[in-house]
């Protein structure tokens, strides 16, 4: 379908989540039924070159492989999906005020933004499979703590990964520090559930692997967004100096993610509805506690359910999120100028 009409519910924001979010045949329901989310998709799988048939297999598995979560896997799908969504979104008209997003969810953010070429940003991401791949076997913890609550285990092998909301925190580290540092916080009566991921991002545990994607970065051309983007790891805005700087991209997989910071600012600056652009409801649950959304001065609109569902589920959700969204539709949406000529799918 995939029509565009006239955005009509005021300043909208879009929001995208970033690894955790994933699950198998994550918006899947909307392949080869939204034109411009399939379009997008599919010059993703042909952008990823010979890992393009086995990486759209996984994703449209109806159970996940060993790997699902692993960067070879999660991080290129996540980045692909965020990305379509976001297209399909621009699509219907709609023109955001601000992004924002979590971990790849910014990268995401800034290719809709127009900082990366989305064929740069799917070579930056088979090179993050290249170098990640071999990083230590580790993983991230959520815990419904503030930082002060567990900021005696923290240094040397556990570290801050993400301060989602003022008691959500993320921690990474290899395997064993981080089973041990939850055995403690259980002890201490905390909640604590393992996120879905393979490797301690945002932590120093990957750091010779950012350093191994630098030269990648360094030859990606770089610009000044066209769209105001939130940084989650400056809680501000993203400067035409930052966008442009290949290091600050590189880096962000291992530098602490502040999303309920920037999501602060950003609502701070903004009376709007916030659209989670990506997979779950994650990013729209830590929005609703916002205390300008609770004071009703933004609200929050998912694109999909909030968990896998089903793929008739996926297109009423988005059918949903458009008829909120959108006036009566007018024309056609935009599509990946290498797919103009017809697209591939099925």
Not at 164 to 169: A, D, F, K, S, Y
Not at 173 to 184: F, M, N, Q, S, T
Request: a neutral charge.
């Amino acid at each position: 379908m995939s029509l565009t009409g006239q955005q009509t519910v005021g300043p909208v924001a879009l929001v995208l989540p970033g690894q955790g979010a994933q699950h198998p045949r994550m918006a899947a329901g909307l392949y080869g039924h939204e034109e411009t989310f399939t379009a997008w998709m599919d010059e993703a799988f042909g952008l990823m070159g010979d890992d393009g048939p086995r990486l759209r297999a996984e994703w449209l598995a109806s159970s996940p492989s060993p790997m699902f979560d692993d960067v070879t896997v999660a991080q290129p799908l996540l980045y692909a999906v965020n990305h379509a969504l976001g297209q399909m979104v621009l699509g219907w008209g709609v023109r955001p005020v601000a992004l924002l997003g979590h971990s790849v969810g910014e990268v995401a953010a800034a290719t809709l933004a127009g900082v990366i070429d989305f064929g740069d940003g799917m070579r930056l991401m088979r090179e993050r499979i290249a170098c990640f791949a071999d990083t230590p076997p580790g993983g991230m913890l959520a815990v419904a703590a503030s930082v002060e609550d567990v900021a005696d285990l923290l240094g040397g092998r556990v570290h801050l990964a993400a301060v989602n909301g003022p008691r959500q925190v993320l921690l990474a580290g290899e395997r064993e520090p981080l089973e041990e540092a939850a055995r403690i916080l259980d002890g201490r009566g905390l909640i604590c559930r393992d996120v879905l991921a393979r490797q301690a991002f945002h932590s120093p545990v990957v750091e010779k692997a950012v350093l191994a994607t630098l030269p990648g970065f360094r030859q990606v051309r770089l610009r000044p967004p066209r769209l105001t983007v939130y940084s989650a790891y400056t809680q501000a805005v993203l400067t035409d100096r930052q966008a442009t700087d290949p290091e600050f991209w590189a880096w962000q997989a291992a530098q602490t993610v502040y999303f309920h910071g920037a999501l602060t600012k950003l609502l701070d600056d903004h009376d709007c509805v916030l659209v989670e652009a990506g997979p779950g409801n994650s990013l729209t649950q830590l929005a609703r506690r916002q205390r300008r959304v609770v004071q009703g001065h933004s609200r929050v609109l998912p694109l999909l359910p909030d968990r896998p569902r089903g793929d008739e589920a996926d297109r009423r959700a988005v059918d949903e999120a458009r008829r909120r969204l959108t006036a009566p539709p007018a024309a056609r949406a935009r599509r990946p100028a290498a797919m103009e000529a017809g697209g591939r799918h099925g």
